[in-house]
């Protein structure tokens, strides 16, 4: 739970001290205000990462050398930490309860980030490669060894490419098929647990919010009839042809369905964004239910794309789970939120932030 995050020199924020609600926060501000700069930062204190941009000095205030932020957060045994960073010149440093530290991994398994965005139906649309680092990610946070695996895999499956890009003769290629195999069953076995429990979840949170249930699976990458290791046997000659491995978990997906049609071409903006909200908010409650870090959910510009309804549907969802939520919006009106045992409204003004008493 993240119980308070300074934030200086970073976008069009110059120095803010943010204290969010247990329960709902909700930042409200005219376009260009910063809410969504706000929410920026606190992802980013919290993965090291931004998700508007790779390029961090970018976030620099305009005319400042450096941009810093400092969090401070309790993990369930409501324990404190604080984790700072500091972006000067070409340098990111981050700061975990006074270590410098290098393994950002470590970092966001701490406070897992769960976004929303108005850009969100791009996990739909933006094709398989998207979703498999969606299912990853929810695998991350639930196996630890889990990118450890993931490296493996994907490190052995690269050699076998090169082989077969060169040409290399046929049994040097077929050695890799073994070893390869066992890590690709072990890859697989990890996705499956974790998406049998998303699914469960995923069933309960979108028929809170969506009117059309929509189901859910996963296809591991190759056809589940055949041991991956036969596969590759057999698939030898096509994969030459190829020039690559064309089956396996680097061809995994999330196959999505409603009505027997494929929401991204089938339903709406609006139901495509509620449809990813259920995504990540059942990705919350498997963190819950297994007791790990369960994070924050970060929600920017709930009513865009939402009507009035959905919109009641998807905050009357959320406050029954019991997660941390900050939400931004345009207009505080758009919102009803007295139903949250606990919240605070912030007003944000030209990158000023004001607690609505
Ligand atoms: N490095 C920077 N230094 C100063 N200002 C910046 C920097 N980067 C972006 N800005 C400005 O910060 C302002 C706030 O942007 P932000 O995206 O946070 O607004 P917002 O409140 O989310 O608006 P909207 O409702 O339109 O989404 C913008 O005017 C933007 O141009
Ligand atoms: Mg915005």
């Not at 649309?125 to 060894?145: A, L, T, Y």
């Not at 089938?266 to 990705?283: F, N, P, T």
Request: proline share 4%; charged share 20%; with cysteine.
């Amino acid at each position: 739970m993240l119980q308070q995050l300074d934030i200086t020199n970073f976008r069009i924020i110059e120095h803010a001290e943010f204290t969010p609600s247990d329960g709902l926060t909700l930042i409200v501000g005219g376009n260009a205000s910063g809410k969504t700069s706000l929410l920026e930062a606190i992802n980013l204190v919290f993965t090291g990462r931004s998700f508007r941009t790779h390029k961090l000095d970018q976030i620099i205030s305009t005319q400042q050398s450096s941009f810093q932020l400092l969090a401070q957060f309790s993990d369930k045994n409501s324990h404190n930490h604080l984790v700072g960073c500091e972006r000067t010149n070409k340098k990111l440093r981050i700061r975990y309860n006074s270590e410098n530290l290098s393994n950002l991994s470590l970092l966001a398994t701490q406070v897992p980030i769960h976004l929303i965005q108005p850009e969100t139906h791009y996990l739909l649309e933006n094709g398989p490669k998207f979703r498999r680092q969606f299912i990853d990610w929810g695998v991350f946070h639930v196996e630890p060894g889990y990118l450890a695996s993931w490296k493996t895999y994907h490190r052995t499956l690269r050699q076998r490419n090169t082989l077969l890009r060169r040409g290399a003769a046929t049994p040097l290629i077929n050695a890799w098929n073994a070893p390869m195999a066992e890590q690709a069953e072990a890859l697989h076995r990890q996705r499956a647990e974790y998406l049998t429990l998303l699914t469960k979840y995923f069933d309960v949170v979108s028929s809170g919010i969506m009117d059309e249930k929509p189901s859910m699976s996963y296809y591991r990458g190759w056809d589940e009839a055949i041991p991956y290791e036969e596969l590759l046997n057999k698939s030898i000659k096509a994969d030459q042809e190829l020039g690559f491995t064309k089956f396996g978990c680097h061809k995994a997906d999330l196959v999505l369905r409603v009505g027997g049609k494929t929401p991204q071409l089938y339903y709406s903006r609006g139901q495509q964004k509620l449809l990813v909200s259920a995504l990540r908010i059942a990705h919350y409650l498997v963190l819950q239910f297994l007791a790990k870090p369960t994070g924050i959910l970060l929600v920017d510009d709930l009513p865009a794309e939402l009507d009035k309804k959905r919109r009641q549907q998807f905050l009357n969802t959320v406050s029954k789970t019991k997660i941390q939520t900050i939400i931004t919006a345009t207009e505080p009106e758009l919102l009803q939120v007295d139903m949250w045992p606990s919240h605070k409204v912030f007003h944000v003004e030209r990158g000023l932030l004001h607690e609505v008493i």
